[in-house]
């Protein structure tokens, strides 16, 4: 599966859709990125929708997986949330909001699967970071968990797809930050806001 010729291709369309534009790039346009001929390109793809569809789908599998195993290293649950916070301001930066928009108005069934496919994957993070943090006695034991986690995926989402933060990535970003900062506070014991002090200690020393 990693030598498939396809992902390379994928992920070098991704950054052509990136740079250009999803509806400005077409595929002359990417078998010249890759120094490959439209006929050898239709092999691995039926038309631009096909590979629109795979490339959102590979690129989603990818970040996915580099989120769940970049977060995991931390055992520390507070720890994990600013791990997902570093991870998403990375996404923001390289992808922002260019893809979505286009991807919705032209490609409108890969960007349902996408939206479900990030909810579950995020839903379920969320899930087991509260359970985490709550054995870990850094979060409360009364949290409704499943509510909480279903705020944060909207807060996280309403916050990376407001339109009228246009790609001010930084904006985004900043937005995003303060709202763990709420989440964390408006879940965490003593013990849980102790940590996130000295956490903060240290970065402004």
Known sequence: M?????????TRSMELFQRFGLRAVN?????KELAMSKKTLYTFFTNKSDLV?????????????????????????????????RIQQEVLKNYGTRLLFPLKKYHPETYEWVLKARRDMMIQASLKNLERGIQQKLYREDLQ????ALIRYN????????PEMG?????RGEVLRYSLQLHIRSIATAQGLAYLQELQSQKSK
């Open 145 to 148: 968990i499943e509510e909480i």
């Open 2 to 10: 990693e030598n498939d010729p396809r992902h390379s291709i994928l």
């Open 167 to 171: 790609d001010d990535a930084s904006r």
């Open 155 to 162: 807060t996280m989402v309403g916050i990376m797809e407001d």
């Open 53 to 85: 569809d795979q490339a959102a789908k590979y690129l989603f599998a990818v970040k996915s997986k580099q989120f769940i195993e970049q977060a995991s290293i931390h055992e520390n649950a507070i720890d994990e949330l600013l791990e997902v916070q």
């Open 27 to 31: 595929m002359d346009d990417v078998s």
